[in-house]
T-cell receptor, first 113, second 114 residues
Framework: DADVTQTPRNRITKTGKRIMLECSQT?????MYWYRQDPGLGLRLIYY???????NKGEISDGYSVSRQAQAKFSLSLESAIPNQTALYFC????????????FGPGTRLTVL | AQSVTQPDIHITVSEGASLELRCNYS??????LFWYVQSPGQGLQLLLK??????LVQGIKGFEAEFKRSQSSFNLRKPSVHWSDAAEYFC????????????FGTGTRLQVTL
């Protein structure tokens, strides 16, 4: 299984601040994903990347940006955080030939005051 | 567009009882189907997956799921639930042509009473 790590695990910030969430994986998977989880809404895709030069918007990309610094690293930024971005954020990694199977990090709980 | 429906938001079962969590999907071709489990404070762990072949798939922790194309369903089952199975369960669908994107259901929270 992929070893996916996320930092920080918890973050409290204020409205208008810029925040970066980091994700790294050690198994060489080419595809990486950022999701947010809200109660009752399940997981929704924010951005995904098939390789360093291929970044794609998901269903809820407004207010977010990403950077794929290397195959193993995929960062999510909130340029100007707002309270409705308070959520649990998950990074995932996977390979397409595995039929979209994805391996998830432990999550980052973000609170925007 | 692909979609997943988990009609049960919350289910409570007694330890030792059987369990079935429902999942219905919408997808225009042959789907890839997954069940993930999220324990409190944890990330998502893959329980099992269906790509092709035998429609009854076995997963970890004693779980199994059956793919029924005619009903567009992929229900998760366990014959005897343990207290440690209390968690939230997510069904997901993907497939060729979805650009490796998974669509998740809204989840079913399982409570186990002793």
């Amino acid at each position: 299984d992929a070893d996916v790590t996320q930092t920080p695990r918890n973050r409290i910030t204020k409205t208008g601040k810029r925040i970066m969430l980091e994700c790294s994986q050690t198994k060489g998977h080419d595809r990486m994903y950022w999701y947010r989880q809200d109660p009752g809404l399940g997981l929704r895709l924010i951005y995904y990347s098939f390789d360093v030069k291929d970044i794609n918007k998901g269903e809820i990309s407004d207010g977010y940006s990403v950077s794929r610094q290397a195959q193993a690293k995929f960062s999510l930024s909130l340029e100007s955080a707002i309270p409705n971005q308070t959520a649990l954020y998950f990074c995932a990694a996977g390979r397409g030939r595995l039929g979209n199977e994805q391996f998830f990090g432990p999550g980052t709980r973000l609170t925007v005051l | 567009a692909q979609s997943v429906t988990q009609p049960d938001i919350h289910i409570t079962v007694s330890e030792g009882a059987s369990l079935e969590l429902r999942c219905n999907y919408s997808y225009g071709a042959t789907p890839y189907l997954f069940w993930y489990v999220q324990s409190p404070g944890q990330g998502l762990q893959l329980l099992l997956k269906y790509f092709s072949g035998d429609t009854l798939v076995q997963g970890i922790k004693g779980f199994e799921a059956e793919f029924k194309r005619s009903q567009s369903s992929f229900n998760l089952r366990k014959p005897s639930v343990h207290w440690s199975d209390a968690a939230e369960y997510f069904c997901a669908v993907g497939g060729i042509g979805t650009a490796s994107k998974l669509t998740f259901g809204t989840g079913t929270r399982l409570q186990v009473t002793l």
